[in-house]
């Protein structure tokens, strides 16, 4: 299972470590180093690594037991030899019903502040419908209109790009880019974690329209054109909550491809136990402090900025939200809406030729700096250059998987 460790010299009593069968462990991994240190004895550097389990997400049974991995010689990639445990019980008896979980999200539920400067608002999804968002089909050239509740959207399948959606065709096209706070709510997603010893509380953002990037080298702020522009986005965030004591653990901030889990002591909090989501200006990438954060090369000062900032533009998902989804509860216990099933696109493919911007910027800088700089281009997640419409919540590899990080 691990090591033990003790404060005196003398062996561990053997009524301190216990036996467990097998079929009662799983495979994990080393997650997050704890302490490197080099010894004074020798040439191998010591490390100590935290671990997880290596099967997560929904349907992961690995059960997390707050062991920890330490070598001088292993490197990252190599199988470990030690396990967790597994949770063997299907039906996840800790999990909250949904009593319990309205009552953890009016506990927990976080207020998202977007950016004083912010354009690009979120709405409903049934604003956005009501307001003219068109479907369109392939090899068609007009769009159809959506139902409110997207029950005429093709649902089930695959990303086929057969559809997607688009903003309105008419003068309310503009309008709606700009999203309607009023009627902003989060789309919660309920899931088990850690083999059912967690509950993740997974919060959907939807927004209209996804503003253009802000490229900063070194002191200088370029506003992009239209890289990072793209029709419609969802972005969320996730808590963890403990299934044993109630607790928030924690909270996941998806960042455009990636993200960060943050412990709750290092979060902020308003009114108790609710805690502060920034969103970033245009993109909407969730951060938990407010300030500019580089997507790129610290070092060279090179990147995309995501700024974060308190604001009078703001959701209270402790009220504001919809429950969407919550597998584990059986079926008809949570009636998931049309849209959700709708597995497509919602936006169109962006056609514009972002290299030419690119090197507009590229052919300003000193030389010392034009190499680095295209090499991080290079880098850049795939929808900063918008050019395929994003999918929605359920096609995503969080909604069955666990979080990247």
Same mark, same amino acid.
């Given at each position: 299972?691990?090591?033990?460790?003790?404060?005196?010299?003398?062996?561990?009593?053997?009524?301190?470590?216990?036996?467990?069968?097998?079929?009662?462990?799983?495979?994990?991994?080393?997650?997050?180093?704890?302490?490197?240190?080099?010894?004074?004895?020798?040439?191998?550097?010591?490390?100590?690594?935290?671990?997880?389990?290596?099967?997560?997400?929904?349907?992961?049974?690995?059960?997390? !037991?707050?062991?920890?991995?330490?070598?001088?010689?292993?490197?990252?990639?190599?199988?470990?030899?030690?396990?967790?445990?597994?949770?063997?019980?299907?039906?996840?008896?800790?999990?909250?019903?949904?009593?319990?979980?309205?009552?953890?999200?009016?506990?927990?539920?976080?207020?998202?502040?977007?950016?004083?400067?912010? =354009?690009?608002?979120?709405?409903?999804?049934?604003?956005?419908?009501?307001?003219?968002?068109?479907?369109?089909?392939?090899?068609?050239? !007009?769009?159809?209109?959506?139902?409110?509740?997207?029950?005429?959207?093709?649902?089930?399948?695959?990303?086929?790009?057969?559809?997607w959606i688009d903003l309105p065709s008419d003068n309310r096209r503009e309008r709606v880019k700009h999203g309607n706070l009023e009627s902003a709510e989060l789309y919660v997603h309920l899931k088990p974690a850690l083999g059912g010893t967690f509950t993740d509380i997974a919060?959907?953002?939807?927004?209209?329209?996804?503003?253009?990037?802000?490229?900063?080298?070194?002191?200088?702020?370029?506003?992009?054109?239209?890289?990072?522009?793209?029709?419609?986005?969802?972005?969320?965030?996730?808590?963890? =909550?403990?299934?044993?004591?109630?607790?928030?653990?924690?909270?996941?901030?998806?960042?455009?491809?990636?993200?960060?889990?943050?412990?709750?002591?290092?979060?902020?909090?308003?009114?108790?136990?609710?805690?502060?989501?920034?969103?970033?200006?245009?993109?909407?990438?969730?951060?938990?402090h407010p300030g500019s954060y580089i997507q790129g090369s610290a070092k060279l000062g090179v990147g995309v900025r995501n700024d974060a900032a308190r604001s009078n533009y703001y959701v209270d998902s402790s009220i504001q939200y919809e429950i969407i989804a919550a597998e584990?509860?059986?079926?008809?216990? =949570?009636?998931?809406?049309?849209?959700?099933?709708?597995?497509?696109?919602?936006?169109?493919?962006?056609?514009?030729?972002?290299?030419?911007?690119?090197?507009?910027?590229?052919?300003?800088?000193?030389?010392?700096?034009?190499?680095?700089?295209?090499?991080?281009?290079?880098?850049?997640?795939?929808?900063?250059?918008?050019?395929?419409?994003?999918?929605?919540?359920?096609?995503?590899?969080?909604?069955?998987?666990?979080?990247?990080?």
């Amino acid at each position: 299972m691990g090591f033990v460790v003790t404060n005196k010299p003398d062996k561990p009593e053997l009524e301190e470590v216990r036996c467990v069968r097998a079929d009662l462990t799983d495979k994990c991994e080393a997650y997050h180093l704890i302490l490197g240190t080099n010894s004074k004895f020798t040439k191998l550097p010591f490390r100590v690594w935290n671990t997880r389990p290596s099967h997560r997400g929904m349907l992961g049974k690995g059960v997390s !037991v707050g062991t920890f991995f330490c070598s001088s010689y292993w490197s990252s990639g190599e199988e470990l030899h030690i396990v967790c445990l597994k949770n063997l019980n299907p039906t996840l008896h800790a999990m909250p019903n949904l009593d319990q979980i309205h009552a953890l999200i009016r506990h927990y539920g976080p207020t998202i502040f977007f950016h004083p400067d912010e =354009v690009y608002l979120p709405s409903s999804v049934s604003w956005f419908f009501k307001n003219g968002a068109l479907l369109y089909k392939s090899g068609e050239l !007009v769009g159809q209109t959506i139902d409110t509740g997207g029950s005429n959207l093709p649902g089930g399948g695959t990303n086929d790009r057969e559809y997607w959606i688009d903003l309105p065709s008419d003068n309310r096209r503009e309008r709606v880019k700009h999203g309607n706070l009023e009627s902003a709510e989060l789309y919660v997603h309920l899931k088990p974690a850690l083999g059912g010893t967690f509950t993740d509380i997974a919060m959907w953002v939807f927004c209209p329209f996804n503003g253009p990037a802000t490229l900063k080298v070194g002191i200088m702020n370029l506003s992009l054109s239209k890289i990072g522009q793209h029709v419609c986005d969802w972005e969320h965030f996730t808590l963890r =909550v403990s299934n044993f004591t109630g607790e928030l653990w924690s909270i996941y901030f998806s960042q455009h491809s990636g993200g960060e889990w943050v412990d709750a002591f290092d979060l902020e909090f308003i009114g108790g136990n609710k805690s502060i989501v920034y969103s970033s200006k245009s993109g909407h990438a969730s951060f938990p402090h407010p300030g500019s954060y580089i997507q790129g090369s610290a070092k060279l000062g090179v990147g995309v900025r995501n700024d974060a900032a308190r604001s009078n533009y703001y959701v209270d998902s402790s009220i504001q939200y919809e429950i969407i989804a919550a597998e584990y509860l059986g079926e008809g216990v =949570v009636s998931e809406p049309c849209w959700l099933q709708y597995m497509r696109e919602w936006g169109p493919t962006m056609v514009y030729e972002s290299r030419t911007e690119l090197d507009k910027i590229i052919s300003l800088l000193p030389l010392m700096l034009k190499y680095p700089v295209e090499n991080i281009f290079g880098k850049f997640p795939v929808e900063l250059y918008g050019e395929e419409g994003p999918t929605g919540p359920k096609e995503k590899n969080n909604w069955v998987g666990d979080e990247r990080s």
